[in-house]
């Protein structure tokens, strides 16, 4: 059974670039929540997919979008890359009765 | 706000010496505390979850306990491979999301 799986494993930007993360969930998962985790720090919160929608979002600007596929499989999208933005973007996958099982995350480095 | 505090920051133990990593936490109505390992570069990896104060957890050298106020990570006897950061999170109320604390990193020496 194939955890869950995210591509690309690294990438890097300029500053003003848009990206695109991807994102498959652990088999029989319905819910994709993304995070961001900057060196040191405990991963942050930026939003939850479920059933094709965005179910909760935190503190993150517009620039950070999101789209989940009937197949439970999700994007994340950010535009305007910031020097900021550099973090490792980590995908969890969840059913309701379960916790999160994060993916190996997607190292994005913007210069 | 949820808050999550986790102590200490770092901590350093020789092969064998049992110690504890704390997590505090300050949520509306807990419905849920995730202890997670992470390794440098990579995703957090899944170890307990505890939903109600008194609920105690075992995998191997590792064992979780919950409070009303706090949860601690019991590491007994441990070995060089435990080296990690070790992160708590919350879920909270009607929330889905996990609110984490800024982790522990635990270096095993030999």
């Known amino acids: 059974d194939a955890g869950v799986t995210q591509s690309p494993t690294h990438l890097i930007k300029t500053r003003g670039q848009q990206v695109t993360l991807r994102c498959s969930p652990k088999?029989?998962?319905?819910?994709v929540s993304w995070y961001q985790q900057a060196l040191g720090q405990g991963p942050q919160f930026i939003f939850q997919y479920y059933e094709e929608e965005e179910r909760q979002r935190g503190n993150f600007p517009d620039r950070f979008s999101g789209h989940q596929f009937p197949n439970y499989s999700s994007e994340l999208n950010v535009n305007a890359l910031l020097l900021g933005d550099s973090a490792l973007y980590l995908c969890a996958s969840s059913l309701v009765s379960t916790g999160e099982y994060f993916g190996p995350g997607t190292r994005l480095t913007v210069l | 706000e949820d808050q999550v505090t986790q102590s200490p920051e770092a901590l350093r133990l020789q092969e064998g010496e049992s110690s504890s990593l704390n997590c505090s936490y300050t949520?509306?109505?807990?419905?849920?505390l995730f202890w997670y390992r992470q390794d440098p570069g990579k995703g957090p990896e899944f170890l307990f979850t505890l939903y109600s104060a008194g609920e105690e957890k075992e995998k191997e050298r590792l064992k979780a306990t919950l409070t009303k106020k706090e949860s601690f990570l019991h590491i007994t006897a441990p070995k060089p491979e435990d080296s990690a950061t070790y992160l708590c999170?919350?879920?909270?109320?009607?929330?889905?999301?996990?609110?984490f604390g800024t982790g522990t990193r635990l270096q095993v020496m030999l």
């Open positions: 949520v509306s109505g807990l419905r849920g």
């Open positions: 088999s029989g998962h319905d819910t």
């Open positions: 999170a919350c879920v909270s109320g009607t929330a889905s999301k996990l609110t």
